[in-house]
Each structure stands twice: as C-alpha cells, then as structure tokens.
C-alpha cells in the first residue's frame, strides 16, 4: 500500500496546533528565567528573570482561557474518527489481502494478531503493544508482525508432528493437556542441540503465541488434524478463558477459545 499524501491540516487542528506552539514557547520562557532566578544571589539578579516570569505567566493565562473549547473540539473531532475507525481498518485489510475477522471493539487480523480499540483512550492496543487509535497506525504496526506469522515454507504436517511431540511431552495422567503447556514443549522442541549445551539468545529459536495461534488456526482451517501416527488432534474448551487461547475454529467460522489438545487414535 503506497504512502498517503497528508492534506492541508483542519481547522481544529491548525487552531490547537498554534495554541500549543504559544504555550510551549511561554512555558520555555518561565523555565529559561527560572533558571537565571535559582543561580542569581543578590536582588538586583533577581528582578530581571522575575519581571520576565511575571509577563510569561500573564500570557499563559490569557492563552489558557482558549484551551477548554480547543479540548472540546479535539474530542469531538477524535470520536469522529473513532467511528469511522472500524470501516477504515476494514477497508485497509482488505487492500492488504489481510483476514480481518471479530467486532468491535476486539479484531483479529490474518486469524493470530488481536487488535483491541479503547473508545475513551482513544488508543488501540496491537499484540499488547499500545499506539494511537487510527487504520494507518493500526497497519503500520501490523506490517512487520504479519510478515513473520506463517513462515513461507510452512507445512501444516510438519507443525501437527511437532504439536503431537509437544503433547505428548506435557502429557501426565490425563489424556487432555492444558493448550499453553503443549505450546511450552513446543517451544523447547524447536531448540537445536547446540543451544541446550550454551543458552545463548542468539541460538535461540523463539515462537510467539501470536506465531503459534496462527499456525494453529491454518492447521485447523485445512484440516490438518493429523499425527505421523495418525492420531486425530481434538480440541477443548477451558473451565476459564485466561487459561484459553482465542483460535480460528472453521466449522464454527468464527475464534473461540481452546484450553486442552488432545490427541487420539492408535
């Protein structure tokens, strides 16, 4: 998606804009005499930066008296955008070949990065990262993140025999493993030997919950169920969703949480 050409800034914008420019330049003014008052000893040194205050703190206060509108108008302007923030996400991810799947205010992009949008705070919250609240800071944020979720080469068969290696490494005496304690050992199975004999974090090979819901979620949607023994993987549901991880359920068409694999067969 090429760049957006920025237009000439609203009226709101500009009038904000050059009220705060005035603050900031007379609270510089308070601050640069404040600095010659601290270090001056006798009354004579005193009376040039305190003058100076004086004068600023008068401006201050006449600036001041424009801020409460100027914060009326801005929030108003900020929930406009808030309300059309939904479509223009939509409407990015669909010019990106991007899933977009939930509602509001909690979004799910390519089936693994949440996106969640604070109304009040007018923020958004990207894979647990906070930003500002609009489509184009949404994207910016999600291009990199998308770029490493499914690795080019990746081969659904591949992912449900480490994930039926992972299972069977968590499993104790029940046959349902808990789903973060098989992405655990599945993380402790993608590390080659050399990093068993020296930790080093350049040796380590990391897989986000991100990473892994998304896999997961391709696995299920191809119906890729299968281990090398020809197990069938079964998914549960958690007792409590915080002990769950939100995934693309296909028949349901839509992402609901897993709290236990299993897998079952010969």
């Known amino acids: ?35 010659v008052l601290a270090s001056a000893k006798e009354s004579t040194e005193r009376i ?80 647990g990262k906070k930003i500002v609240a609009s489509a184009e800071s949404i994207v910016r944020e999600l291009e990199p993140l998308l770029e490493s979720l499914i690795p080019p080469r990746f081969s659904p068969d591949e992912f449900v025999a480490r994930l039926a290696a992972a299972y069977d490494a968590s499993r104790s005496a029940s046959k349902q493993v808990p789903i973060l304690d098989v992405y655990r050992a599945f993380v402790i199975g993608l590390q080659k030997p050399r990093f068993w004999r020296n930790a080093v974090e350049g040796d380590f090979v990391g897989l986000s919950l991100d990473q892994f819901r998304a896999q997961l979620s391709a696995c299920l949607e191809q119906g890729r169920l299968t281990a090398p023994d020809r197990r069938e993987l079964i998914l549960s549901p958690p007792i409590n969703p915080k002990d769950g991880l939100f995934v693309y359920q296909p028949n349901e ?14």
């Open 1 to 35: 998606m090429g760049k957006k050409t920025r237009g000439a800034p609203t009226p709101v914008a500009a009038a904000t804009d050059g009220s705060i420019a005035r603050i900031v330049s007379l609270a510089a003014r308070v601050a640069k005499a404040g600095k």
């Open 48 to 127: 040039a930066p305190l003058r100076q205050i004086a004068s600023a703190l008068v401006d201050l206060q006449a600036a001041a008296g424009d801020f409460p509108a100027l914060v009326v108008e801005t929030e108003r302007a900020a929930s406009a955008s808030i309300l059309r923030l939904e479509a223009d996400l939509r409407d990015h991810c669909t010019s990106q070949g991007w899933q977009i799947d939930g509602h509001w205010p909690s979004f799910w992009i390519q089936r693994g990065i949440p996106v969640e949008i604070d109304e009040q705070g007018f923020s958004a919250t990207v894979s």
């Open 253 to 266: 068409r839509r992402l609901a949480f897993v709290g236990h694999f299993e897998f079952i067969g010969d």
